[in-house]
């Protein structure tokens, strides 16, 4: 058996999403890298420049209306 032999953990893939700007609501107005459920990087928002660091939980930056 050497089905995990091929890197495919997902715990070490990075993704990239596009959340809504918490700042000016802008859809999609950021683009994130995220692994680990921790940002990955530093992302701004195209619009009005919010700032999100590297090394966050991208989960505090989604509206919570979206749960
Ligand atoms: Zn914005």
Excluded: W
């Excluded at 893939?13 to 990087?41: Q, R």
């Amino acid at each position: 058996m050497s089905v995990f032999a091929g890197c495919m953990d997902a715990r070490n893939m990075i993704s990239i999403k596009e959340i809504d700007c918490p700042s000016c609501e802008k859809a999609n107005g950021i683009e994130v890298f995220e692994k680990d459920s921790l940002t990955v990087g530093e992302s701004s928002c195209t619009q009005c420049g919010y700032f999100i660091p590297d090394g966050v939980h991208l989960i505090k930056f989604i509206a919570e209306d979206e749960y």
